[in-house]
T-cell receptor
Framework: RKEVEQDPGPFNVPEGATVAFNCTYS??????FFWYRQDCRKEPKLLMS???SGNEDGRFTAQLNRASQYISLLIRDSKLSDSATYLC???????????FGSGTRLQVQP | GAVVSQHPSWVICKSGTSVKIECRSL??????MFWYRQFPKQSLMLMAT?????????EQGVEKDKFLINHASLTLSTLTVTSAHPEDSSFYIC????????????FGPGTRLTVL
């Protein structure tokens, strides 16, 4: 079983749509959680950290469910510029390195 | 702030040659740097964790004699792919963090290596 699992997609949505991505992780002792965005042939860029209380940044909302070991990202009012691969990233307990999911590809269409 | 650079951004080399990739933190001191590799349509895979002034810690399955890592200063880490072969062709990305565990990692722009 992979440490971090994501639906690879692609998710093809029209502009203005709301789209949600899910991610599960296997290490129950994991301590930090993030969503990164990666554009084609570029490095990952931090989109947002994820907290148990949930957090929102503009059109983006992230949620963490520790009991179910599940992380989600909600994007509202999708823009063409949101087209990218979204990486679910987990920081395992006792380690500083990050474990990346394989990413979910989003394509927002006009 | 928190900018990480990598050099070169891309390299094409012949099989059997060695390639050195530099990772620099430009505006902060990076106590720890990480090296990742990403094959097409796959996730980033951690290769090794590098702490300034000490030996790197390699992940299982990564050959330390083939992927030499040096972290000689708080702003520079290098990855040398020795005797590169076509199967080493990949996107190599470094990241750097400033201090304690859970610190945000800042990623370099990556180096695309193609071995002919």
């Amino acid at each position: 079983r992979k440490e971090v699992e994501q639906d690879p997609g692609p998710f093809n949505v029209p502009e203005g749509a709301t789209v949600a991505f899910n991610c599960t992780y296997s290490n129950s002792a994991s301590q930090s959680f993030f969503w990164y965005r990666q554009d084609c042939r570029k490095e990952p860029k931090l989109l947002m950290s994820v907290y148990s209380s949930g957090n929102e940044d503009g059109r983006f909302t992230a949620q963490l469910n520790r009991a179910s070991q599940y992380i989600s990202l909600l994007i509202r009012d999708s823009k063409l510029s949101d087209s990218a691969t979204y990486l679910c990233v987990v920081g395992p307990a006792g380690r500083r390195a990050l474990t990346f999911g394989s990413g979910t590809r989003l394509q927002v269409q006009p | 702030g928190a900018v990480v650079s990598q050099h070169p951004s891309w390299v094409i080399c012949k099989s059997g040659t060695s390639v050195k990739i530099e990772c620099r933190s430009l505006d902060f001191q990076a106590t720890t740097m990480f090296w990742y590799r990403q094959f097409p349509k796959q996730s980033l895979m951690l290769m090794a964790t590098s702490n300034e002034g000490s030996k790197a810690t390699y992940e299982q399955g990564v050959e330390k004699d083939k992927f030499l890592i040096n972290h000689a200063s708080l702003t520079l880490s290098t990855l040398t792919v020795t005797s590169a072969h076509p199967e080493d062709s990949s996107f190599y990305i470094c990241s750097a963090s400033q201090g304690a565990a859970k610190d945000t990692q800042y990623f370099g722009p990556g180096t695309r290596l193609t071995v002919l």
